[in-house]
Each structure stands twice: as structure tokens, then as C-alpha cells.
């Protein structure tokens, strides 16, 4: 596949008579792609009910006119103030109670029935003026779905349809009651409108409460995109995106997915790696104006999964951001080294955010391809490096893998709502592995949880899984690879109890987890082969081999045949020799990879990014810093 | 004493076929006690006003066909969710004016008058069924008063009972006014209804107002309390037992245990080492599975004292549990030395918490004796060997103590109320102290703040009584041994004023604190002899005997005749050569014991006590890990 | 002119007894100035409607008497309980949307109508009947303005202020979208009323929305305070000052300071560098009983500035204090430093906060001149060395100035809007210049945003000035001497855009900041000279001098003529250098001062000050520790 580039832009930002240089200008790079309209609600509809298109038809038709793709957006992430005159209730309300109001973005609650009426009218009109229209080539659901923590929500809206949600489930208060288990603390519900939202209570909500609420407020998203998915299904041919956003796990990816053409996401190395990642004061020093080397990695073979392999980049960082609680200027060649990082895992498109710096309201801050002046900052011109060399490669395919790790949003929130030990968090756990996986040069695969074929994947990973479903479990007793499950994993029933017989009772795997401890980080658990476990470890009854073992004489790695367990978290000393003693067994090639120096392969080429600060010799070749190099394979 | 062990048990939480054979294996591991009831109102009064008591009749007959005790809780504390329905303004409400709400337990008013009648209804029909019953021969009060923080509610349940409260201690206004000293910013209140509770203003409110509300708070509880003791009084003979919850001072125990006949407590030493404890990394590593090796003895003194004489412990941790910050598992052996440890200081019973784990809702993570797969976990059988022990060993007595400390919770509120200093804490200050006179080997009794007689004690101690009762006071003149008061101590009145003539106006001794400094803790004040003064220094004027004294020249220790006051916090070293210094003066003999290694009488053993993670060998004797050692007096 | 000394004293906290002994006291010591009243308003009025003036008439007789002159504070800060019954909702409302209730002070909205009414009647009532009282000899308006946080209020009376504000000042909803730059989030508002208030927001509110509120925030205690100056000129010739706290910048003091005749400021020097100055632990531990060298003088400057030359100390701290996080006592000595260091910069008078320590209410662990038992504190016996002191000097004049630096209230408020590093902060900035410049003994004028004329001035500087004023960029492009602008300087428009042409678009001076980025504090960015920039650093294109580089190779100081632009943040190598330089340019001489030696002239003497711990030789004389030296120049 040709992989192209765009950009995302803001007609409405700008003097009409601005248009057409910036398409010229845009066309002159050689982008592909105009991502626009998703903020753009109160311009469409100024007054509630009067439409005001002309605006819109004329950027889209300046654009086109350039050869420009359009990405369309429905603008549901931002209503415009008037709607909180039809609804004064739509408010998301937040976990202390207090209503999350007007004035910036995503002021809305997912499960308001008469927002989504409203949503449902905007996107319907849109399709109705755009489906057909020639430049528009995909759309785009809303944006960033979850973005400011926006998708539980403790509002009266929220509890009805929670309660709406339960009695479908259960269907009766005595299901709920056993499934919940209630009668722990006296907390059977006698009637489905008795039952609350999990916050402000006293101590500890009930953990299935919780995670009762966790799957309902997913759902609210997937029926929430649904509703726009099919209206713009029944006016327009062009495929559907979302974009999705770093390290965000609070609905399920794969379910929203699974009603789009194209998962995107909207990727910005620095602004992660200074506000959400676990990593020491060095690995962010070192790279603070790179990123880390693998959480981009990690997303993209993530919304790959989602996307059914149809994925983009929908923002991409371009210099210096607003929002994180440092904002560096990337070092020079990382917009190219992101792109081609993205491209070598198989994106169809990169989409810079944004066209020009606006230098006004919330994001005067965030950078561009070009300055608020319009003279074309660094990104730009990397960008059109980006461009030229694409054209000078033959189309790239996805490569096959050789590990599938799987993935799991509703384990993410099982060990939000029970995380037992300070430190136990799902995705840190999962990334955790990755990085292990990515250091020995690896290809991966993330794997949706009811993942049924894993004939493909010499070898399987599936830590921190808190329920294996049906599918996957006979997928792993039939699997003739390696695989490693746990720590943690099968941990739960789906209704959040401990399953008897005790986890992680995997098919031909005798090991029962009699006991686990959560330690502080300082308290490690030396393995005898070198290495730790740390921040959680689990004591096993066992009559498998016993591969790894902690000095205490507890068993750390057991296995059967290809099955394995994994009893704890592994340092990345022991996690190293646990992943290359398992490719060994699986008949993977690794190649431990120095600090910051990443490998990918396309179908037909090798990838190499480095991104240290400092150039790296590896392989006969040097690579300078925030340098990509490749070669055919 | 014959000492006896025993378990928490909650039948409603399994299928009614298990409880036979449950009691069976209770029978068989020789426990005697069961704790069972307190969770169970929703089961017990399913609908309003409709009980039923036949599974509660069958689980008590079960259990004492196997000759098994039952202490019966009254279930006060997990009111159902039709509670709320009959009194929707029964929740406590936080310090930021959020109702506290439904869904996990505790969420009630301590001052709500509607819900205690319910629970008067509740306690009474439980009274008049199980009064008699043979095998309910103890009873508990509710479960853990103000574990949650729930003493303290800023409801309007709360606030119409302060001011009746305030209207009965201070019979007018202009008497309240003039006791907290409302003049100093126009803060006079003209009627008792203008008084308000004492959160949420613009900046501190006056600390009188917040110590009355604090006595306020307290008074309620006991209230609560005695609400129940009145009414299963009528009904039964057994003895009541309130089980109180680790380092919890949020209201007087002495005054809700003047209505019990035994005091117990929750003890969790791996919980509370993590999670509510002052201490180094160091210590805090070293102890992670074993436990501060002084926490629970001091606790065990402290109720000793609140039981005047009868204690017990009535949750006893078996394993890792689910709410610290980290929940380690214990290291063999801990199970039966904590038991060891009670039994030193004089606890009747121990019951382990619980019998088998959840295996769902809240407490899922937190072991029991029996796995949830009714597997026996490592303290079942540790348990067993503390039967067989005590069958081995004769009847054991409380030894005399040779030191008394004074703990006042009044003095915990008031220094709450104005710490003065970041690290001033009341519980952290005594228990500073109380560890310097565990480290000497001695035996310590904890006095409440109104003794009047010390005649028993060679040596006595009052760090930071804020206010020294008039009992006290008396006590303290006509003692004949050594006594060390402050720091900090008799700085108060009673309405929260700073007396004049200034503190500490002892009997007999001349000294009057000038003014004081509270000090970051890496500023510490050099003593004359070696150690420091930290976090806190007073500066004295006296023409008293200065006994230590500080390199700036000002006294921190004086005396005249057996009476010393301390000017300020010592630090490890300084305190262990103050502490000596007056053992030596009182004819006390002293043993400076190892790190981790502890000892306590009975009547007639000595007790030895590793609290290490490794053997310690001591007086010719090496003492495992976790081992106990005992020799007969 | 003769420089006095006085205290602040509250008759009705003490019997009326006792007056008569306290003023004669006072007027022994030699102290000019007894500041009363300013708590007093229950005490005034007990009653709505019914005035008690003659406890007031008979305190303010007996000082008379005894030739002390009143200073005479208004009561606006402690509202009596009463005031809540006439207006409910006279309450501000925090960020969090909770009402900061009665109980302590400043229990009021600076917007509410109604109590702005009752203010103005106890006003004029109190000026009407002491306006020509012959021992009132000032005035004092409220307390301490802004002091717990009380500027910003999200209350409705707030809301449908700030609402009439924008009304005032865009005329058109038009106006006020294109000035926000509403469109870009779909935020436009149809109608004033539809305004909100930018907290609560689910992710940042417009920085635009945000400095509008902060500028109306300001306006409002202006307003608030005019209310009261405009009724007290009408009764009374005496001059008017009000008391600021320091380190507030929330409401902008010149615009306040322009309706009063004289500026004061409340000087608690170890609670400051406790509780609001970021510095590294060593230094918090050298001046832990010292207070910071610079930060009085900072504010001595600054008051000086927003006076017009005419400022007190209206309350200095005498001893420990109540409400910090420590509260040490201060080194011997310092009491007597403080003032004259205040003197040195030209002071009026310092009084003293309090006479008599109270032994009741919130600030019963504050110092005073007297114990609570009457017997001389400290600082008593130091305040009357100074008056000895001052007896033997002759009048003190103001010195010229070497330097002017610019100070503006609205940066601070920009930057805290929109920092974009977690580090930035504009008085953290502008002390940590000021502070270079009294490192190397210079004498420093603050100037308002709006100076129009800098040709008293050698050397100017503005760092971090948001939006550089039409004058006071006039005056920059007149400028004969030498200045520094920047970092981040004139990088706002008044409306909180980005400029097109890009900063800092100075007069004769070509530089672009191309992008800026902010740094975590280990990240620093190092120049050719040595030293480097922290926190913050801009990248510049430019064709002036570039006098200082970084090792990256971008310009970090860029000159043309007189006029230089400073590209970020320099640490304390890279400013002594980059200050000395300026000030060889300028023809200044400096002298680079050991830790903790500071210097200050007056018209006629040069002051020396020790904050050191030990005692310091310079220039051949030996100052002791907490010791002050001076000659006459
Ligand atoms: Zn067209
Ligand atoms: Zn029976
Ligand atoms: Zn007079």
C-alpha cells in the first residue's frame, strides 16, 4: 500500500482568504490528507436547528480543488452553549459530584438520551450534505473519546441508564445480589432503582459494583459511536475512524472498533513520556525530546489490532505541546523518525496536528507545520522528507509477527478497581512485557482478548489477563507455540469473584496460586537465575516444571509443554532471559538491541530507529541520533 | 487465665450444607470462640420490620453442637438499603459537605436520632432472642466505630446535635463566646442555632470551636454505644465487647469502654505497618512481614487499659490482606507469634480474621485460616501449634508493670486541632516514647488521663497530655516515684486556651515555657549529653535542677525531686539515655535489647519476641525468625 | 524623616483594666503607632443597626492620652454572624463550588451588592464619628486583601458581576468571542448571560476566559476598596493605608495602591520562607530562624513602588508564628534586623503584630511584644534598641536607585493561567532576578507595567512581562541606559493571544521567538559562558548581537544598542554574569556579596545586613550573626 500524509486543519480558525495559500501550500508538501471539522458545531448550526453549510461547502470544495483528501468530523465533542438551554442535565458529573461544565471541551455525558438525539441530528445532517461529496474520502466519529477522563460519569443520566443496563443484565435484584455478592456488607439491592453508582461511599465500593459500572460506561461509548457509525453508513460509502488517544483504557477499543473502518490514533511522544508513563528521572531525561523509544511502537501494533489492521495516525506531535507538565521542543528528525516508525508498522496515513499554530484560546502553545506567522516550523520541512522518500520506496505491507501479546481493556479496569498492591497497573504490566519483546527485536502482534486462532504466533503472551475467555483458552490448549499467562492472569470470574478452583487453572497446567503478595518497589524478590520479581508475586502449589524459582524456593515460572505461568512481574533482567529462553524454545531469532535503538520490519524492509540523543553504531552502521535507517529484506 | 483462640466466621456468606463440617474443623483445630452476626442485617430483617432469625437460630445451634462459643455482633454497622429509604438524611456527610452514601458499610450518622431507633429495634430483637441462648456467650457492639473516618460528620444530623450539645455544656452564648474566645475576630454567636460546624471556612476555624466539636463527636459515640449496652444488658448476662480498630483515636475509648465488660481490637500488624505508621524505609522494609515489633503491644496495653484488665484481640491478621498500600504475605511463624504476643500482655482470647477467605466483594484479596477453596492457608496450622502450646503451659496471669504512661485522646484532638508543626502528632509522639521503653524490657501499663493514684509505678510518663486532669495532677504531687511530664503537656485548658500562668505550672516544679518552636526534621537541636531534640523544642525559664540541657544553653530536661519535665521531642539517642537515667532513679533494671527483638512477662514467664527476618541469639539462647522463646520466672 | 516604630493592639481582647497599663507601656518603649480595630465590627455593632462606640472612644482616648497615635482599621474583614442572616449569599464560593463559610475571616465575596452596602455604612459611620478624632492619625481599610486565597470567587453574585464586566468592557458578544477566540472549540456565546465562570471546566478553560475573570477578580477589590477611601476623605484628612500580605499577586496592588495614601505590608519573614518561597532545602535550613535575605526587600521595594514612596511595615512578626509548616523563633537579633532593613528602604514606620500574645482563638501560638503572662518577649527588648537607635541617626531619606525593574500584577496572573511548564511562575522569576541584583549590592526601584519614563535608571529590567505597555515600550525605545527584557516577555496581546509579528517584536531590536520550550529542572540548558538556562528557554531567530549562546548554538541573550532580550530562565552563574556585564555597560559598580550579606543605602547611610547563623567579615569589619552595621556614605 502507498502510505501518504496529512494534516489537520481549521478552516473556521481562519480568514476565509486564507484558504486557498494554505490548500496551495498544503498540496506544494505533498499531504494527501485535511482532517477537518470536528470542533466546528457552532459554526455549523449557530442557532439551534438553522443549518449554515455554505462555510464548510466552500473550505471543502478549496481544498479538493487542490487534489486534498478531506477526513470529515462530526463535531459532537464540542456542543455549542445553546444546547445546555435544551439539555441543562447533559453534564458529565465527576466522581466528587460536580458537574463538569461549559467552557472547553467533551461537556458532555454519554449516556444523556437527549444529547444524543441532538448528535444523532448533526451527524444526519452532515451525512445527508457530505456523504456523496467527492473530496470527502473518510469521516471521523466525534474525538478522542475518553479525552479528560470523560467517560465515567456519577450523573442522573448515568444512574438511569446504569440501572437500565443492570436489569438487563441480571435480570433480576437476586442475580445481582449472587453475582455481586452482596451479602458480604448487607449491600443486596431489592429493586433495580435501588441500586447507586459506585462513588462517594464510605470505604471500598463493592469491586463487582465497580466493575459492573465499568462495563456499562463502555458500552455507553460503543452505543454512543454506534448511533453516529450508522447514520453516516446509510449517506456515504467513504470509511469511518475514530481517534483514539495514548494510554487510554477506560472503554474497550476493540468494541468501539469493531463499528469503524479504520482505527487512528493521535500520537504525542513527548507529552506522554513527561505525563503518563512509569519510568525512572534517567529514561525521562534521556528521552525527553524523543519519546520513549517503544510507547508509540506499542499503540501502533495496539489500534492495528483494533483497526483489523486498517490503522492511521490522526494527530501527530510536531514540536513542542500545551498540555503536558513539560513541554520540550523535539529534537531534530523526530517528526520523520515518528512517521516512518508508524509507517513501518503498517499506518496507511500520518496526520500532522496541526496546519498552523493558532495563536489564540487553548492551544496557542501546541505547535504546527507552520508558526501563527505561517513561516513553516521544523516539522514542515520534515514532513516533506517524509514525503520524498515515501515516493522513493515501493509500497509497504504489514509484516507477519512472530509473538502475539494479548490485550484486554476490561483487565484494565478489574486491576484499577482492585489493583491490590500500589504499583499493579494493567497497562504498565502489559507495556512492561512489550518493551521486553521490542528490546530483543521482536514483531508483535496485540491480540483482542477472545482471540481464537493462535496458530499463527509461535509464541503467545497473556499477563495480567484478569478472566481468559472461552475462545482463547481452547485457543491455548490447541496452540502448539509457546506461550506465557500470568502473572495474574485468570484471575477473576467474569463477575469479578476469585474462581474456584483457585487461578490460574489453565488447560494441562497444574498450578494452583495458593497466596500473592503486592510489595513496595524497593522490596524485590530474587529470582535464582539472576534478576527479580518485583511489585507482585504470587506463591503456586505445583507439579509442572519449574523453570524459573525464586530464592525463597517458591516456583516463578512453571510449565507444560508450551504452556507456562509466569508467577510474578519480572525486572527487566529477569524478564530478558525469560522472553529469550521462550523465543529460543519457540524458534525465534531475537537480537538484544542496545538502549534506544529500535528495529520493525515492514513485508519488505528492515527498519532501524534511533532514538537516543546521541548517534548509535550497530550493525556496521552508524545512526545518528533521532536517525531511521532501513533495508530491504 | 486459661487463654483461648478463636475465628471470625460469617455463615451467611456460604452455602447452609458447609457449616457443619466448618464447625467440625473449628471443633477440631481446638478454637473455642466464633465471632459471627455483624455484617448480617440484611439477612436478619430482610424487609423493614420483617425478621428472620431461623438461619441465624441453626448457624448458632450448628456451631455450639460443636461445642463452640459465639460472640454475636449486632449488625449496626451494615444497615440495608432500605434504611435509607425510612431516613434519607441518615449518611454522614465529609468535611467537603459530600454525603458519604450506600454501597460499601458505616454509612450512618453517629447522630442521626431516626437510625438509632432503628438500631435500638434491631439490638432489642436480638437481645430478647439470643439473651439466653446457651452458646452466645459474648457479644460485640457494631464493628470498628470510626474505622473510615467516620466519627466525624458535618451532616445536619450533626450539626442540630452539636448545638444542643453546646447548648448543654455551655448554657448560654455569651458563656461559649467568652470560653473559645469568639471576640478575637467578631466571631460572637448570639443564639445556638448560629453556631456552625467547623468546616470549611476561609481559613482555620478557632480551635475551641474545633475541640468542642471533636468532644462532641466522641460523646456521641459513646452514646451510640451505650444505646446498645442498655438494652442487651436487659436481656443477657454475657459480656459486651466493642472491637476497636488499630492507631484510632478519633474518639475517647475509655469513655465507650466504661459501658463494656472487655475491651478487643483489630489487629493487622503488616496493614498498619504500611499504611498508618511513621517510620523509616529502613524499618519499614526490614518489618514488611513481620510488623512493627511495638505496635501491637502497644495497643495490647492501651486496651488492657480501656478493658480495665479483660481484653482481647478480635481480628487477628492471618495472612496478606486486601486494604494497605502493599500487602505482604507474613513470614512463617508471625500467625502464632502475634498470638504469643497477646497472650504476654494478658489477652483472654485471639480470633484470627477469618475463617475462610471470600471469595468476592470487597474483602476477596484478604486471607483467611482456610483458603477460599477451604484449603487450610499457612495460619491454620500456626494456630494449631498455639493450641497445643497453650494446653502445654499453666494458666497465665498479667505481670505487674513498672512503668505507667498516661494517653489521653482528648490530647490527640487537640493537637489535630493545632499541630503547630507539620510532624507533631499526639499517637506518634506517646508511641515514640512507649518504643524507647520497649527497647529497656520494660513492662508497661497505659493509664488513662484521670488516674488518681500512681503509687504502683516507680516510674511514670506524660508526653503531650494537653491538658493534665485535676486527678492527674494530684497524682503526680503526691507520687513518690520518678515521672517525666511533657513535652508539651498541660499547655491547655480545657476550652483550649493557653493558661496563665503559662504551662507547664507543675506542682512544685518551677518552670514556665516561654515560648516553643516546632522545626523541619532535618533542623534538629543538639543536646549537651549526644542526641537531639526534634520536630518540636520548648524554651523554659526555671530555677529547677536542669538535667539536660541543649548546645544553645536552654534546659530540655528538669527536674525537682522525682519530678522532670522534657522540653521537647527527643530523637532514639537522647531518649534512651533520659529514659535510663530514670529507671536508674526509680530502681528499675534495664536491658537495652537488640533491633527486632522484644520481651514481656506474664505472671510467671518471660517472653521473647524476634520480630526479625532472620535468628537473633540473645542471653545464650538463639531465637529464630519470627520465633517466640519463653522461660518461667 | 524620623522613622517610627509602632504595634498593633486589640482593646477588646483584654479587660478594660488593663488598657490604661498597656498604653503606658507602649508609649515607655518608645513606640509611635497603635494600629486597633480592624477585627472589631461584632464588637462595634453587636447588634444590626445598633452601634457601640464607647468602648472604642475610651481605647482610643486612653492611647491618646498617653501621646500614642491610632492607627484605625476598618472591621470589612470579619463581618459579624449576624451579616449572614441579611445576606445568605454574601459567601464566596471556591473553585470546587463550595461556600467558605463563617468561623474564622474574610467570609465575604468581594462582588456581593448587599454587604458592599453594609460595609459602606459601618464605614461611614465609623469615619464620621472618629474622622476628626485628634489621636486618629491614619487609617487602615480591611485586612490584608486577597489573604487566604479570597480574590477569586466562583459565587453567583461573582458570576453576574463578572458577567456585567464583560458586558462593559467587549459591548458585544461579537466582540468578546473574536477576542478569546471562542471558535475554536465551538465556545461562542449568544448573550452575556450565558457566560460562565472557567472553573469546573472538564479539561483548561480558555486562558482568554481565564485572565478576563482574573482581571475583573482585581477589579473588584479595587472597586471594594474605593468604596471605602471615597467615605473615609469625605470625614477624615488623614491618610489612608491598607495592609497587603506578602507574595499575593492576585489582585493587581498599583491599581488598589493608587486610591490610598500610603501602601503597607505585613512582614512575617520565617513563615514566608517556610511556607511560599521555593528554594532548596539547604537554604530553607540556613535562614530557617532568618527568613530569606532578599524577600523583605523585595516587598520594601515593591511597596515603595505601589505607595508612590510612602510605605510602612503595618504588622512585622516579633517571634514564632501559628501558620506555618514549621515555626521556629527567630535567631536573637532579627527582630531588630527586620526593621532596620525596612528603615534602610525607606519605610515610614514598622509596627509590630501584636502587642500582647493572646492565650485564646486562632492565633494563640503567635508572638508578640508580650507574653500572654505580660512579661517582655524577645523582640520587646530589641524594638527598644531600635528606637535608640533610630534616636541617635539622623533623619533617613530614600537613595536614588540603580536600577529599575518592572513589575506586573497581570504577568502573574498570565502565567499562572497558562505557565506550560510546571515550573514557571512570574514572582518566582522576577524574585530570582531581584535577587541577582542584590547579590551584587545594588539599590533597585520596582516600576509599575506603565512607567512611562526610565531615564532615572541605568540599567531596567522586565523579565516575564506578559504584555509590555504602550508607555512603557515608548520609554524602552527612549532608553538611553541599558535593559534586559525577557524571557517571555511582551508574548501576550492584552487579550491573551499570540502577537503576530511573533515576540518579543521589541523597538530596534530583530528577534522572533521561533518556539519556547519548558524543562524539567534536571534538563538545563548550557551556555558557552557557563551556567545555564532552567526551566524555561525560547529559540530565537534574530540579526543583533547575541551575547550569550547556548552550546546548542541559539542565541540566550540578544542585543541591539542599549536594548537586550534574555532567552530564558538563567540560573545564578549565568545571571551574576549576564547582571555584571550589564551593569560594566551601564557604568554601574557592584559588589558581589557573600551568602546572607546584603546591603542597602538610604540618602545618607549604607546598611549592612547579616541573615547568616554566624557571624561575617566584609570590608574589614566583623558583623555578627543576625547583626547590622552601617556608615555613613
Ligand atoms: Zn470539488
Ligand atoms: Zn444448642
Ligand atoms: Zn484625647
Given at each position: 500500500?502507498?502510505?501518504?500524509?496529512?494534516?489537520?486543519?481549521?478552516?473556521?480558525?481562519?480568514?476565509?482568504?486564507?484558504?486557498?495559500?494554505?490548500?496551495?501550500?498544503?498540496?506544494?508538501?505533498?499531504?494527501?490528507?485535511?482532517?477537518?471539522?470536528?470542533?466546528?458545531?457552532?459554526?455549523?448550526?449557530?442557532?439551534?436547528?438553522?443549518?449554515?453549510?455554505?462555510?464548510?461547502?466552500?473550505?471543502?470544495?478549496?481544498?479538493?480543488?487542490?487534489?486534498?483528501?478531506?477526513?470529515?468530523?462530526?463535531?459532537?465533542?464540542?456542543?455549542?452553549?445553546?444546547?445546555?438551554?435544551?439539555?441543562?442535565?447533559?453534564?458529565?458529573?465527576?466522581?466528587?459530584?460536580?458537574?463538569?461544565?461549559?467552557?472547553?471541551?467533551?461537556?458532555?455525558?454519554?449516556?444523556?438520551?437527549?444529547?444524543?438525539?441532538?448528535?444523532?441530528?448533526?451527524?444526519?445532517?452532515?451525512?445527508?450534505?457530505?456523504?456523496?461529496?467527492?473530496?470527502?474520502?473518510?469521516?471521523?466519529?466525534?474525538?478522542?473519546?475518553?479525552?479528560?477522563?470523560?467517560?465515567?460519569?456519577y450523573s442522573p443520566a448515568a444512574l438511569a441508564a446504569?440501572?437500565?443496563?443492570?436489569?438487563?443484565?441480571?435480570?433480576?435484584?437476586?442475580?445481582?445480589?449472587?453475582?455481586?455478592?452482596?451479602?458480604?456488607?448487607?449491600?443486596?439491592?431489592?429493586?433495580?432503582?435501588?441500586?447507586?453508582?459506585?462513588?462517594?461511599?464510605?470505604?471500598?465500593?463493592?469491586?463487582?459494583?465497580?466493575?459492573?459500572?465499568?462495563?456499562?460506561?463502555?458500552?455507553?461509548?460503543?452505543?454512543?459511536?454506534?448511533?453516529?457509525?450508522?447514520?453516516?453508513?446509510?449517506?456515504?460509502?467513504?470509511?469511518?475512524?475514530?481517534?483514539?488517544?495514548?494510554?487510554?483504557?477506560?472503554?474497550?477499543?476493540?468494541?468501539v472498533g469493531a463499528d469503524l473502518d479504520i482505527a487512528?490514533?493521535?500520537?504525542?511522544?513527548?507529552?506522554?513520556?513527561?505525563?503518563?508513563?512509569?519510568?525512572?528521572?534517567?529514561?525521562?531525561?534521556?528521552?525527553?525530546?524523543?519519546?520513549?523509544?517503544?510507547?508509540?511502537?506499542?499503540?501502533?501494533?495496539?489500534?492495528?489490532?483494533?483497526?483489523?489492521?486498517?490503522?492511521?495516525?490522526?494527530?501527530?506531535?510536531?514540536?513542542?505541546?500545551?498540555?503536558?507538565?513539560?513541554?520540550?521542543?523535539?529534537?531534530?528528525?523526530?517528526?520523520?523518525?515518528?512517521?516512518?516508525?508508524?509507517?513501518?508498522?503498517?499506518?496507511?496515513?500520518?496526520?500532522?496536528?496541526?496546519?498552523?499554530?493558532?495563536?489564540?484560546?487553548?492551544?496557542?502553545?501546541?505547535?504546527?507545520?507552520?508558526?501563527?506567522?505561517?513561516?513553516?516550523?521544523?516539522?514542515?520541512?520534515?514532513?516533506?522528507?517524509?514525503?520524498?522518500?515515501?515516493?522513493?520506496?515501493?509500497?509497504?505491507?504489514?509484516?507477519?509477527?512472530?509473538?502475539?501479546?494479548?490485550?484486554?481493556?476490561?483487565?484494565?479496569?478489574?486491576?484499577?478497581?482492585?489493583?491490590?498492591?500500589?504499583?499493579?497497573?494493567?497497562?504498565?504490566?502489559?507495556?512492561?512485557?512489550?518493551?521486553?519483546?521490542?528490546?530483543?527485536?521482536?514483531?508483535?502482534?496485540?491480540?483482542?482478548?477472545?482471540?481464537?486462532?493462535?496458530?499463527?504466533?509461535?509464541?503467545?503472551?497473556?499477563?495480567?489477563?484478569?478472566?481468559?475467555?472461552?475462545?482463547?483458552?481452547?485457543?491455548?490448549?490447541?496452540?502448539?507455540?509457546?506461550?506465557?499467562?500470568?502473572?495474574?492472569?485468570?484471575?477473576?470470574?467474569?463477575?469479578?469473584?476469585?474462581?474456584?478452583?483457585?487461578?490460574?487453572?489453565?488447560?494441562?497446567?497444574?498450578?494452583?496460586?495458593?497466596?500473592?503478595?503486592?510489595?513496595?518497589?524497593?522490596?524485590?524478590?530474587?529470582?535464582?537465575?539472576?534478576?527479580?520479581?518485583?511489585?507482585?508475586?504470587?506463591?503456586?502449589?505445583?507439579?509442572?516444571?519449574?523453570?524459573?524459582?525464586?530464592?525463597?524456593?517458591?516456583?516463578?515460572?512453571?510449565?507444560?509443554?508450551?504452556?507456562?505461568?509466569?508467577?510474578?512481574?519480572?525486572?527487566?533482567?529477569?524478564?530478558?532471559?525469560?522472553?529469550?529462553?521462550?523465543?529460543?524454545?519457540?524458534?525465534?531469532?531475537?537480537?538484544?538491541?542496545?538502549?534506544?535503538?529500535?528495529?520493525?520490519?515492514?513485508?519488505?524492509?528492515?527498519?532501524?530507529?534511533?532514538?537516543?540523543?546521541?548517534?548509535?553504531?550497530?550493525?556496521?552502521?552508524?545512526?545518528?541520533?533521532?536517525?531511521?535507517?532501513?533495508?530491504?529484506?
Open positions: 500500500m502507498k502510505r501518504t500524509l496529512g494534516v489537520c486543519y481549521y478552516p473556521e480558525h481562519w480568514p476565509e482568504a486564507q484558504w486557498e495559500e494554505d490548500a496551495a501550500r498544503m498540496a506544494a508538501l505533498g499531504l494527501t490528507w485535511v482532517r477537518i471539522g470536528e470542533f466546528a458545531w457552532a459554526r455549523m448550526e449557530p442557532v439551534p436547528g438553522r443549518y449554515d453549510w455554505d462555510w464548510l461547502d466552500r473550505a471543502i470544495e478549496t481544498l479538493g480543488r487542490h487534489g486534498l483528501k478531506v477526513v470529515l468530523g462530526t463535531p459532537t465533542a464540542t456542543p455549542p452553549r445553546w444546547m445546555l438551554d435544551r439539555h441543562p442535565d447533559m453534564l458529565a458529573v465527576d466522581a466528587q459530584g460536580r458537574p463538569r461544565g461549559f467552557g472547553s471541551r467533551r461537556h458532555y455525558d454519554f449516556s444523556h438520551r437527549g444529547y444524543r438525539g441532538d448528535c444523532a441530528r448533526i451527524v444526519q445532517a452532515m451525512a445527508e450534505r457530505y456523504g456523496r461529496n467527492p473530496h470527502v474520502a473518510a469521516w471521523q466519529t466525534d474525538n478522542e473519546y475518553a479525552c479528560h477522563d470523560t467517560v465515567l460519569s446504569f440501572r437500565d443496563w443492570c436489569a438487563q443484565r441480571y435480570q433480576s435484584t437476586d442475580a445481582l445480589n449472587r453475582a455481586w455478592g452482596n451479602v458480604f456488607w448487607s449491600m443486596d439491592y431489592d429493586r433495580f432503582d435501588d441500586i447507586g453508582l459506585p462513588n462517594l461511599t464510605v470505604t471500598e465500593a463493592n469491586p463487582a459494583h465497580v466493575m459492573a459500572f465499568r462495563r456499562f460506561a463502555s458500552d455507553e461509548v460503543v452505543s454512543f459511536n454506534r448511533l453516529q457509525t450508522e447514520i453516516i453508513r446509510r449517506f456515504s460509502d467513504a470509511p469511518i475512524a475514530h481517534n483514539y488517544m495514548g494510554r487510554i483504557t477506560d472503554f474497550d477499543h476493540f468494541d487512528s490514533w493521535d500520537s504525542y511522544p513527548l507529552g506522554f513520556l513527561s505525563d503518563r508513563l512509569e519510568a525512572s528521572p534517567e529514561h525521562k531525561r534521556r528521552f525527553l525530546r524523543q519519546g520513549d523509544p517503544d510507547l508509540q511502537a506499542f499503540h501502533h501494533d495496539l489500534y492495528r489490532a483494533v483497526g483489523r489492521g486498517r490503522w492511521w495516525i490522526m494527530e501527530q506531535q510536531p514540536g513542542p505541546v500545551n498540555w503536558a507538565p513539560y513541554n520540550p521542543d523535539p529534537l531534530p528528525g523526530m517528526a520523520r523518525l515518528w512517521a516512518w516508525e508508524a509507517f513501518a508498522h503498517g499506518a496507511e496515513a500520518v496526520c500532522y496536528f496541526r496546519w498552523r499554530q493558532a495563536p489564540f484560546a487553548q492551544e496557542q502553545m501546541h505547535a504546527g507545520l507552520l508558526r501563527p506567522d505561517s513561516v513553516p516550523a521544523p516539522a514542515h520541512d520534515e514532513a516533506m522528507t517524509v514525503v520524498q522518500e515515501l515516493a522513493g520506496l515501493p509500497d509497504q505491507g504489514t509484516a507477519k509477527a512472530d509473538v502475539g501479546l494479548v490485550f484486554d481493556y476490561a483487565s484494565a479496569w478489574a486491576w484499577q478497581t482492585q489493583p491490590q498492591g500500589r504499583d499493579f497497573d494493567y497497562f504498565r504490566l502489559v507495556f512492561h512485557i512489550y518493551k521486553g519483546l521490542r528490546r530483543l527485536g521482536l514483531n508483535v502482534d496485540i491480540l483482542p482478548p477472545d482471540t481464537a486462532d493462535l496458530s499463527a504466533y509461535p509464541l503467545v503472551l497473556a499477563p495480567g489477563v484478569a478472566t481468559l475467555s472461552e475462545p482463547l483458552l481452547a485457543a491455548l490448549a490447541a496452540h502448539r507455540g509457546q506461550s506465557i499467562i500470568g502473572p495474574r492472569s485468570n484471575a477473576k470470574t467474569v463477575e469479578f469473584a476469585t474462581p474456584v478452583p483457585l487461578p490460574p487453572n489453565l488447560p494441562g497446567l497444574d498450578a494452583t496460586v495458593m497466596r500473592v503478595e503486592s510489595l513496595p518497589p524497593d522490596v524485590p524478590v530474587p529470582l535464582v537465575g539472576g534478576g527479580n520479581l518485583l511489585h507482585w508475586r504470587e506463591k503456586v502449589e505445583t507439579s509442572g516444571d519449574v523453570l524459573e524459582r525464586a530464592e525463597d524456593g517458591f516456583a516463578a515460572l512453571i510449565g507444560a509443554g508450551g504452556l507456562h505461568y509466569l508467577a510474578g512481574w519480572p525486572d527487566e533482567t529477569a524478564l530478558d532471559r525469560i522472553l529469550t529462553a521462550a523465543c529460543g524454545r519457540a524458534g525465534l531469532q531475537v537480537e538484544m538491541l542496545p538502549e534506544g535503538l529500535r528495529r520493525r520490519d515492514s513485508d519488505t524492509h528492515r527498519f532501524w530507529f534511533n532514538y537516543n540523543p546521541v548517534a548509535v553504531e550497530w550493525a556496521g552502521v552508524t545512526i545518528p541520533a533521532a536517525g531511521v535507517h532501513w533495508v530491504a529484506l
